[in-house]
């Protein structure tokens, strides 16, 4: 397969409801800030992934699109406004009406993504089966943080709860590899730290030390 041959569509929700089991979770940073700096690093990493020709952010914050058009995605509104999996059906729309043929979901919550890991998993996609599905489990395997779909197949998206088990019995295949920066997605505060420690990207790394600054400083002396 070609290098960048994949579109990948990247939903995101309002800053103001996103992550919501994040909130609180670096004191001294505004939750939407730390919601932002989670995508915007997620997208960033997409982009540099050299497997990657394009990518479609699908949101309807002003703060998310303005990131992701200045960084080289394109970013669309979030038209059926109907939840996660519409976003990433909606976007493959845009993707496929704009020439893109191989075609991936990836979750906004990945802020240690490496785009070398990303450009693994979506070639080992390319090199697999033809005509199906594959999908990538988060770190604790109950979840999905990437589902990708050859040409001529739909996307056909089943995130959410469970949606490990979800996608599995719609057909598509779990891809297997270790993938540490690409199944380490973030909902909560042992999860920020996790990643931390396989290295996060720039949004994320500097949101995270200006709440550490904030703790030393509140120390008392």
Known sequence: MRQRAW???????????AKSRLRGAL????????????AADTVAAALACPAVADVVVVTDDPRVAAA???AGARA????????????FRHGAQVAAANGGAWLAGLTADLPALRPDELA????????GPPGVRRFVADAPGSGTVLLAAPPGVPLDPRFGVGSAAAHLASGALPLAGE???LRRDVDTAADLAAAARLGLGPRTAAAVAVAAAGRLAARPA
Do not use: I, M, Q
Request: net charge negative; hydrophobic share 55%.
């Open 120 to 127: 693994a998993a979506l070639c080992a996609v390319a090199a």
């Open 7 to 17: 579109t990948v569509v990247v939903p995101v929700k309002r800053l103001g409801v």
């Open 179 to 181: 993938l540490p920066t």
């Open 68 to 70: 992701a058009g200045g």
């Open 27 to 38: 004191p001294g940073v505004p939750h939407e800030e730390l919601a932002l700096a989670l």
């Open 76 to 87: 669309v509104p979030d038209a059926p406004g109907a939840g996660l999996n519409a976003a």
